[in-house]
């Protein structure tokens, strides 16, 4: 890992979607796609700044995909599970949950964050049958609250759901380097099959 200058995000929200009322949800809707075109400069300065990867470029080619997805699994850290953490998920699931990892660090989750909101705009241009979309209907949907790219009737990417979940799996060692290239041509499979 280098000694990147990167500022960490910063949400005005607490990110607990099932507990955040409807105002404030559409109130993080705005939010998150006014920041970013802010955080995609923070992001590119963090990954240009970083030996071998001088040339990277913000784009929706396989190459930028490539190097993007290189570069997370070399920053991707984690830290031991606070005793707190560990009884909100085992009360949250109802029972004992065993040996759950460590949690991500809060500059894995911001540069999870910071790849999903690059993925967020993105993904239209690659594919432009996708829509955006907040679920608000109820709070058993999945991704309750959060921006979500739809496509077909029943289907829908989280593209920051998604970079958080394979950081996770980065940190177990079950995700290597081209991971971001193999989530988007699932994405492209998936898509090309709704239609």
């Not at 809060?106 to 999903?116: C, E, H, K, P, V």
């Amino acid at each position: 890992m280098s000694n990147m200058n990167y500022r960490l995000i910063q949400p005005p929200f607490s990110l607990k979607f099932r507990e955040m009322s409807k105002p404030e949800l559409k109130e993080y809707y705005r939010w998150f796609f006014a920041i970013r075109h802010d955080r995609l400069a923070e992001l590119t300065q963090a990954v240009v700044a970083t030996p071998g990867y001088e040339g990277w470029e913000p784009n929706q080619s396989d190459e930028s995909m490539l190097t993007l997805g290189s570069w997370f699994v070399g920053h991707v850290e984690g830290r031991p599970r606070t005793p707190l953490e560990i009884d909100e998920i085992e009360s949250e699931f109802g029972h004992p949950m065993g040996d759950l990892g460590p949690e991500l660090t809060n500059r894995t989750f911001s540069l999870a964050f910071d790849i999903g909101l690059f993925l967020s705009q993105i993904l239209p241009l690659k594919f432009p049958e996708l829509t955006w979309e907040q679920k608000l209907r109820s709070k058993n949907e999945y991704n309750y609250g959060e921006p979500v790219l739809k496509y077909g009737k029943y289907y829908s990417i989280n593209p920051v759901g998604l970079v958080v979940a394979r950081a996770y799996l980065i940190l177990k060692g079950e995700a290597g380097d081209s991971w971001l290239y193999d989530a988007i041509h699932n994405i492209a499979m998936r898509v090309k099959t709704s239609n």
